[in-house]
Nanobody, 114 residues
Framework: QVELVESGGGLVQPGGSLELSCTAS???????MGWYRQAPGKRRELVAL???????TYAGSVKGRFTISRDNAKNAVYLQMNSLKPEDTAVYYC?????????WGQGTQVTVSS
């Protein structure tokens, strides 16, 4: 079992930046980690993935603006979000895939609005 706790969400103006953090209750060394988001009335979608070798994958809509990173020593994964747009507004969820199991955090709200 892995518990994931996200933080760092909030209200930001278009063009602004936020950094989300996700801390796991146990080592993430052997886990693929990811960030997903779900906007009102829409399905949850992948934002970014980082594997155990720190190779990354991004959704086309965030490529070049968002950066995912991990710190295994802190059991943490981060999502740096720059040049935010109103369409980035959503609840952002941290995901851990390890031992053939998916684990999810409770989510953190990101609102991009002037």
């Amino acid at each position: 079992q892995v518990e994931l706790v996200e933080s760092g969400g909030g209200l930001v103006q278009p063009g602004g930046s936020l950094e989300l953090s996700c801390t796991a209750s146990r080592s993430i060394e052997f886990a693929a980690m990811g960030w997903y988001r779900q906007a009102p009335g829409k399905r949850r979608e992948l934002v970014a993935l980082i594997n155990t070798s720190s190779m990354t994958t991004y959704a086309g809509s965030v490529k070049g603006r968002f950066t995912i990173s991990r710190d295994n020593a802190k059991n943490a994964v981060y999502l740096q979000m720059n040049s935010l747009k109103p369409e980035d507004t959503a609840v952002y969820y941290c995901n851990s895939y390890v031992d053939y199991n998916d684990y999810w955090g409770q989510g953190t709200q990101v609102t991009v609005s002037s």
